[in-house]
Every structure is written in C-alpha cells, then in structure tokens.
C-alpha cells in the first residue's frame, strides 16, 4: 500500500476538526460518501473526516474505494481529526504512519481486512450477524437519498399512561439506486420526559434493539445498516412506551448530518418533525405473557413440530385485542432455516397467523389478521409450530418474548397497545439448566 501526495478538491476546505464539505462534491470511482465522516478520492488522495464513533461503518466503505483502484491512505494536504475529537486538526502534524495507525485500529475492531485488489468488495448491507435476513448487496454508486415524514405518520394527540408500542413518528426513505443507511440520531423534543426505551420498525418488524434517550435528550441508533432498495419507500416508525412519559413527547431528525449513508447526498425538509404527542393521565390496562407447561421432544426433519407454548392473561381494566406478536428464537446456526410457522390456540386445530420465515434479530412475526379478542382478567393459551430441518438434530430451541414491544395487544377502551408484563417469559434462566421449571421461556430439544 503505497502514498501519494494530493491536493484539496475544489468545494472542499479545511477546518479546525478535520476536512468538511463546503460546496461542491468529491468523486471516488463515481462515488460520493456523506455522513458523519467523509471520504473521497481526487488527486488520487484520500481525505477522512470524522466527527463521531461510527468507526466501524468505515470497513465497507474502504472495501468500495478498493474497485477504483490502488488503496491510498495519505496526503500531503490532507489529514484527520482525532477519533475522539480531542485534539485539533493540524496538517502539518498528519503523518503517513498516524493515517495508517487509524486504518489498524479500525480494523482491529472487525474482522475484515483492508487492502487493495481484493476479490468480491462488494458493500455487504450490515445486517447483524443474528439476523435471518438474507445480506442484500449496496450498489457501487450511488444517488441522492430522499427522507421526509411519511404520509401516514401519526398526527398529534394524546396517548394514555402506559400505553404500550405507541407509534410517535414515522419518515419515508427513498433512493434510485440500492441504498443503506448506517445509522441516525433522533432527537426528543416537548415539554415533557421519556425514560422508556426507544426503537425503529419497518411495518410490523422490529429493527433495532432498544436505544435510550441521553441527557441531550438524543437517541442514537448505531450499526443499524438499513437497506433501502432501489425507487422503493420504506417506511421507518419510532416506537416506544408511555411508561414513565408525562407531558409533551415528540421525536425529530434535527438535520441531514443526523443521517449516516453511503448515499452521495441527502435531501430532505430538516429539521424533520414529528407530531407531538400528549401523555394524559388515563392508564391503559395490562396483559401479561407467561410460559405455560412443557414441551416434548421434537425430531429433525419433523413437519409442524411444536416449539412454543404460552398463555397470555388480560387484566381487569379493558377487553383487549392480540394483533401482532414477535418471537425471539434462538439455538446453533442452523436456526434460519426453520420455516413455516403457525399459530393456533390452545389444543385447536385452526391456523390463526402464519410466518414462513425469521426475519432481523432472529424474530419471527405474526400478524393477526382477525385480532384475538381476550377478555378482562381471561387467559389464552397459545401455542407455536414449525418444520425442523435436518441439521438441528442434537440442538436445543429456545422461544421468549425479547422487548415489550413485541407484543401488540390493543385495549377496546382506549385504542393503544396494553402495558405488557413478560417477567416470566423473558428468555431468562435462573439455574443456567435448559428444561427446568425456573426457565422464562419456552424449550425443545430436536432429537
């Protein structure tokens, strides 16, 4: 890997953290990359900007400036500011060996490689190494990324205590080619305070794990590498509980910066802001989601095998309606191939949802498309099939409700999604001992 000198290109400057687009754009092999650092080829020199921690995102795109060519990573004029933002930018101090000091360190924290000339470069989407999603591939080029509230995001309101899986926001991304974006930081806005945690869905699927809300009232959603395909919208909501909120809650994305994405550019109405939303006194009821007795060994290569069994018990407060449910399924890597789920209740033969496949953080999704009803202080047993493939013979399968959220029960009084207590069928094991009484989840062993 060799070095070049370089000169600045035009509509770029220096400034006190580093190198920050000015007017203009920089072309790497056709290429153009935006966000919260910065990266183009001209003059054969590379120059990075980097005003966060997304560190980690870097790996791919280096990947990318591979196909243009020889890998170059330092420049006369150019340089870098510190990762942690804790020195200032000064080019006469930039150094071939500190450039290169910051490719290892980034490197060190994946398992990638970075060099020149290596075969398959291709973007990989990022999508978590726990997640059944098939990796689709980014597109080498890229356009212009489209992001504005959806059309169908939630209007101002008000949201009773409690109220659980409330939807606060939702925005339309969209771009003409395959795109991915890497990260963002919302912001929470409102005389008001939240403490629950917060997380994205794409329609009924959780995307992300739960985030908090810091100090700076900021939710930052990192490593999240959302596919966007090409000319389609897709739609991305913020989801959280009332628990603990009063007053005045709303969620916004303050800026196109606030956006991390291999898209040459962002276009956008910022700041882009949600409908604010008004916690009330009223509290919605509750429903609790426990395990209900023990499975028996399954066999592999079995069809329509049960996996999980539940019983879920409204409270006294509302009628309630069960109409979205996510499970967390876990057990060696063979656990993408199980297919065909089926839910039914109780000892009844009939279907009532179906999911052919996991999808992201290991979740299979049913949607109930003719919502169970559970009256006050009722219970309702629930109980999960799939087909076992071959290669789980001599493995164990686990099922547990993993985030509050993912579980939909909407109450007739009110409208908003029950309190959900999952204490007990929260995938935790007191003994460490699989198939004991104390497990918070359901188990099977394939024999």
């Known amino acids: 890997m060799g070095f070049r000198d370089g000169k600045l290109a035009d509509g770029w400057e220096k400034r006190s953290q580093g190198l920050q687009r000015n007017r203009g754009k920089g072309f790497l092999g056709g290429a153009f990359f935006n966000g919260a650092w910065e990266v183009f080829d001209i003059h054969d020199c590379l120059y990075f900007n980097f005003n966060s ?14 196909l243009a060519g020889a890998l170059y990573t330092g420049c006369a004029d150019g340089g870098y500011s510190d990762l942690d933002q804790t020195s200032p930018f000064r080019p006469d101090q930039i150094t071939d060996a500190g450039i290169q000091d910051v490719l290892n ?17 291709s973007i990989d989407s990022g999508i978590p190494v726990s997640s059944c999603i098939e990796n689709p591939k980014v597109d080498q080029f890229c356009d212009k990324l489209l992001v504005q509230l959806a059309g169908q995001t939630p209007l101002s309101g008000s949201i009773p205590q409690n109220a659980g899986a409330v939807i606060f926001t939702c925005w339309d991304f969209k771009s003409s080619t395959n795109a991915q974006v890497n990260s963002f930081q919302l912001h929470r806005f409102g005389p008001g305070s ?25 939710v ?23 628990e603990d909120a009063t007053g005045v809650n709303g969620f916004e994305l303050s800026s196109a910066e606030a956006i991390v994405t291999n898209s040459c550019s962002i276009e956008g109405n910022f700041p882009s802001i949600g409908a604010s939303q008004l916690v009330v006194s009223s509290l919605v009821g509750n429903v609790e989601i426990i395990k209900h007795g023990s499975l028996a060994e399954v ?16 409270g006294t407060a509302e009628d309630q309606l069960l109409t979205r449910l996510s499970l967390k399924i876990e057990s060696n890597n063979a656990v993408c191939e199980l297919k065909n789920f089926k839910l039914r209740v109780g000892g009844e033969t009939t ?51 993993e985030e509050s959220v993912d579980l939909l029960s909407q109450g007739l009084v009110f409208g908003y999604g029950q309190k959900v207590d999952f204490a007990e069928y929260n995938g935790a094991d007191k003994d460490g001992i699989s198939g004991t009484d104390d497990d918070k989840y359901s188990y099977v062993f394939v024999k």
């Open 53 to 66: 921690h997304q560190k980690l995102f870097m790996i791919n795109k280096l990947k990318t400036i591979a």
């Open 105 to 121: 360190d980034i490197a060190s924290e994946t398992k990638n490689s970075v060099e020149a000339g290596m075969e398959d470069v």
């Open 194 to 218: 939240m403490s629950s945690s917060v997380y994205l869905f794409h329609g009924n699927q959780r995307i992300s794990g739960p985030q908090e809300i810091d100090n700076n009232q900021a």
């Open 220 to 242: 930052e959603f990192s490593q999240l590498n959302l596919f966007i395909p090409s000319l389609m919208n897709k739609k991305i909501c913020v989801v959280a509980n009332a």
């Open 299 to 314: 066999t592999a290569g079995e069809k329509d095998a049960r996996i999980a069994q539940f019983a879920l018990k409204a």
């Open 351 to 401: 279907v009532i949802a179906t999911a052919e496949k996991m999808e992201s953080l290991n979740l299979v999704t049913f949607v109930i498309e003719k919502p169970l009803k559970i009256g006050k202080g009722q219970e309702l047993n629930i109980n999960i099939t799939t087909d076992i493939p071959e290669s789980l013979k001599g493995q164990s399968i686990k099922t547990y409700l």
